[in-house]
């Protein structure tokens, strides 16, 4: 089961909040560099945390496991009104013979959708046996 806990626009409110999750689950996060949240690295790992930033070609891999699991009836997603709207206007963006989740213009978000598909890969390709913490902003 994977579900977004939380959702705000922005990424002002990231990295006091992740403090807080991380402390109270004993949590690593996951983040996409090359996104947004890529810019809170420093201040994220400043804070204390444990940040694991994936490039491309982790981001990809995310892409199509998460999708493969979803397909067959692997994974369970708790519904959410933004990862709901996310899923809407989400597209494959095709790189070479994988792809990425993108949106279909440029003023939807698929953060709430790309958040979900790191929390279900991650565990997978480094475990700790804690909880996870994802952002996706």
């Known amino acids: 089961l994977v579900e977004l806990g939380e959702y705000r626009p922005g990424?002002?409110?990231?990295?006091?909040?992740?403090?807080?999750?991380?402390?109270?689950?004993?949590?690593?996060?996951?983040?996409?560099?090359?996104?947004?949240a890529g810019s809170l690295v420093a201040d994220l790992e400043a804070a204390g945390l444990t940040v694991?930033?994936?490039?491309?070609?982790?981001?990809?891999?995310?892409?199509g496991r998460f999708f493969d699991a979803v397909e067959g009836g692997l994974v369970r997603v708790r519904m959410h009104p933004q990862?709901?709207?996310?899923?809407?206007?989400?597209?494959?963006?095709?790189?070479?013979?994988?792809?990425?989740?993108?949106?279909?213009?440029?003023?939807?978000d698929v953060s709430p959708l790309m958040a979900l598909t790191l929390a279900f890969h991650a565990p997978a390709v480094v475990p700790t046996g804690l909880d996870w913490t994802f952002i996706d902003v």
């Open 11 to 36: 990424t002002g409110w990231v990295v006091e909040r992740l403090v807080e999750l991380c402390a109270k689950n004993r949590a690593p996060v996951v983040l996409r560099k090359s996104g947004p």
């Open 52 to 63: 694991h930033a994936w490039g491309f070609d982790e981001v990809r891999a995310a892409c």
């Open 83 to 108: 990862a709901d709207a996310a899923v809407a206007v989400a597209t494959k963006r095709q790189s070479g013979d994988a792809w990425l989740w993108e949106c279909r213009s440029g003023t939807d």
